[in-house]
């Protein structure tokens, strides 16, 4: 299309309809589409060779995309290997308090022995078997005791509070996500739109061509525009997929 913008104009800068500003912004408009073109195909290779490792060599046309559903927020946040460590490590933190406050607690043993013993004395004497037993009740002394205590319980809480501040990040990491399909496939129903009103030009220029009253380069721009949006259709729906697998990244699933 910046072709046949660029062919119409210079064409009417040739006998005098348009001035020199209209024909400068007409070849710059064609350059720099020329330059984003190239940067594409650029980039499209260098994907190509990145895709290649990924599937051993084989044809990247032999590759297909499976269809991939949208995860739930509550299995995302479920799932999430962030927020399974902090569980594992508030699970760890909260044993290790419960340890750690149970060493300063009173403690009752039970102590029994069994044994033989021969005795003999000048009056008495014990030949068969010995039985010991008691109790033992025990106290630890440590003037750190509550400090201690207190360290332990608040690594627990630190551990479960940042749990909850990742899982509050993480939810708008979600609802984001959400936002930008919506807004994504709101681009696909704008494309849809523009399909449906280049064609009704198409049909209309077509018919005009015929008359003699347009010329090709507007019906070739107006088929140009509609294979356009197609391609916009396209991209935006590789958009979503992009955005529901972005999802799937950090989780176990």
Do not use: C
Request: proline share 2%; hydrophobic share 35%.
């Amino acid at each position: 299309n910046r072709d046949i913008d660029l062919m119409i104009i210079m064409k009417a800068y040739k006998v005098g309809n348009k001035d020199i500003t209209d024909l400068n912004r007409a070849t710059l408009d064609k350059e720099s589409v020329r330059t984003t073109l190239i940067e594409s195909k650029n980039l499209l290779q260098n994907q190509k060779y990145e895709l290649k490792k990924l599937i051993s060599g084989r044809k990247t046309e032999t590759v297909t995309i499976p269809s991939i559903p949208m995860i739930r927020k509550e299995e995302y946040l479920r799932n999430h290997l962030e927020l399974i460590q902090y569980d594992a490590q508030a699970t760890s933190d909260n044993a290790r308090y419960k340890t750690t406050k149970a060493s300063f607690l009173p403690k009752l043993t039970f102590n029994s022995s069994v044994g033989y013993r021969d005795y003999s004395g000048d009056r008495v004497g014990y030949d068969g078997e010995n039985y010991n037993y008691g109790l033992t009740l025990s106290m630890p002394l440590d003037w750190n005791e509550k400090g201690t205590n207190k360290a332990s319980r608040l690594q627990y809480l630190k551990t479960k509070t940042a749990a909850l501040d990742r899982k509050a990040e993480l939810e708008r990491v979600y609802d984001s996500s959400i936002a930008t399909i919506a807004s994504i496939k709101e681009k696909i129903v704008v494309a849809k739109e523009m399909v449906k009103q280049y064609r009704e030009l198409y049909s209309m220029t077509k018919a005009q061509v015929k008359a003699g009253f347009k010329s090709t380069y507007d019906l070739e721009s107006l088929g140009n525009s509609v294979e356009i949006q197609k391609l916009e259709q396209k991209i935006q729906n590789y958009n979503i997929l992009i955005e529901k697998i972005s999802l799937y990244f950090d989780t176990k699933l």
